[in-house]
């Protein structure tokens, strides 16, 4: 079976840090860009983060820029997204996607015409 876990999420107070983490099964992730989503209640879902298949290239939404670093490990089948300097706003279920194309094109943060495989969600809340 074919899917995406994402791990990490919890409760943090504001300023604080997490590290999500998307562990793939039954697929290799080697060929694929991947891409970080989150939705906020009531907000639609916002793409945040992609990194190409080699890892070289990231792209990053405004809302994020500077203080959250998307990375992947190909030998262990995982993506990362660290995220720092937490903001109450950042509280949302945080999905990782991998798309069936290998690059990030500039711009592409918030593209999900290429994403054949999603994970359920992992919960990150930043409250105090």
């Known amino acids: 079976q074919q899917q995406l876990v994402e791990s990490g999420g919890g409760l943090v107070q504001p300023g604080g840090s997490l590290r999500l983490s998307c562990q793939a099964s039954g697929f290799t992730l080697t060929y694929n860009a991947m891409r970080w989503f989150r939705q906020a209640p009531g907000k639609e879902r916002e793409g945040i983060s992609c990194?190409?298949?080699?890892?070289?290239?990231?792209n990053y939404a405004d809302s994020v820029k500077g203080r959250f670093t998307i990375s992947r490990d190909n030998a262990k089948n995982t993506v990362y997204l660290q995220m720092n300097n937490l903001k109450p706003e950042d509280t949302a279920v945080y999905y990782c996607?991998?798309?069936?194309?290998?690059?990030?094109?500039?711009?592409?943060?918030?593209?999900?015409?290429?994403?054949?495989?999603w994970g359920r969600g992992t919960l990150v809340t930043v409250s105090s």
């Open positions: 990194i190409n298949n080699g890892g070289g290239t990231t």
């Open positions: 996607a991998a798309d069936r194309n290998s690059g990030c094109p500039r711009g592409s943060v918030n593209d999900d015409g290429g994403v054949d495989r």
